[in-house]
């Protein structure tokens, strides 16, 4: 834990803390000056106690842990999102490549970065990629999770298009049902949205439309507030994308396609490229 302590006292030290202020937490100053100095451990609870006395948040302290990248899957995820956003088939064939490449002790989760690569590969390209197998395995280790954190969230609003629809719903299901717990994290109340944004389409995308009217259901009780512009935009094109379907009604697709001059306006170029297509593809498959 010696880079630990080191960032814990640029941390202290930039907030102008000092060593016996910290030591209120139950940890004399010498074993604090230890840790700092990469002397000695400190046990989690210890851990945990000190970084409340500096007002520093443990994802905030494991982002700099990581010299201010962020995790491996979502750093992953942003060249995926920037390669089917510019419809950039080569790079996601090289990413994948350097997946698979990977070898270490972490092969398990490898692994499953490898099918989602896969899955999105194949949204992208047409060419098939990933397997029943895959599939198997996928839904294999979010069921072997008894308590979904960051990563588990994150791998299943990414690769839930695909999932069978009962092994979808079981799981989004479960998820709702903890989504109080997992609101009081503020980085995971977002994916908790996403999840239901990305289900409820789905749903609609598959002519489940009873199902559809759940995911319905649990987004109204999100109640998005006023910053969540992307979240609210996605909501209202989902809404109508779901009208059209129902009812043929080609008023929606007008409010479809504001939704999408909304994203632009607000910069959102890629996003708004992604809803394009997708509004596309909806349109072509009507003529």
Not at 72 to 94: A, Y
Not at 99 to 105: A, P, T
Not at 213 to 226: A, K, S
Request: one cysteine or more; charged letters at 30%; a negative charge.
């Amino acid at each position: 834990m010696k880079k630990f302590g080191e960032l814990y006292r640029q941390f202290r030290e930039s907030r102008g803390i000092r060593l016996k202020d910290v030591a209120k937490a139950g940890i004399s100053t010498s074993q604090l000056s230890r840790f700092e100095k990469g002397q000695t451990d400190l046990t989690i609870s210890k851990f945990m106690l000190i970084l409340d006395e500096i007002n520093v948040p443990i994802d905030e302290f494991m982002y700099a842990v990581h010299d201010f990248h962020r995790d491996d899957l979502n750093e992953l995820l942003t060249k995926v999102r920037l390669f089917v956003s510019t419809h950039d088939i080569d790079e996601m064939k090289k990413l994948l490549a350097s997946q698979m490449g990977l070898k270490d002790k972490r092969e398990k989760f490898h692994h499953i970065n490898t099918i989602l690569l896969k899955i999105r590969l194949q949204d992208l390209s047409g060419e098939d990629y990933y397997t029943e197998d895959d599939l198997k395995d996928l839904t294999d280790y979010l069921f072997s999770v008894e308590h979904w954190g960051y990563y588990e969230l994150l791998i299943f609003i990414n690769t839930l298009d695909v999932l069978h629809h009962e092994v979808f719903m079981v799981l989004a299901r479960e998820m709702s049902k903890r989504s109080d717990f997992y609101k009081e994290i503020p980085n995971n109340r977002r994916m908790i949205s996403t999840m239901l944004l990305n289900g409820y389409i789905t749903c609609i995308e598959r002519q489940k439309m009873v199902d559809a009217c759940y995911f319905e259901e649990q987004l109204n009780q999100c109640f998005f507030i006023e910053t969540e512009m992307y979240e609210r935009l996605v909501f209202v094109y989902a809404q109508n994308f779901y009208r059209y379907r129902k009812t043929g009604d080609t008023s929606a697709i007008d409010e479809m396609r504001k939704c999408i001059e909304a994203m632009k306006l607000a910069g959102s170029e890629h996003i708004a490229t992604i809803y394009e297509r997708h509004l596309k593809k909806l349109m072509n498959e009507n003529n």
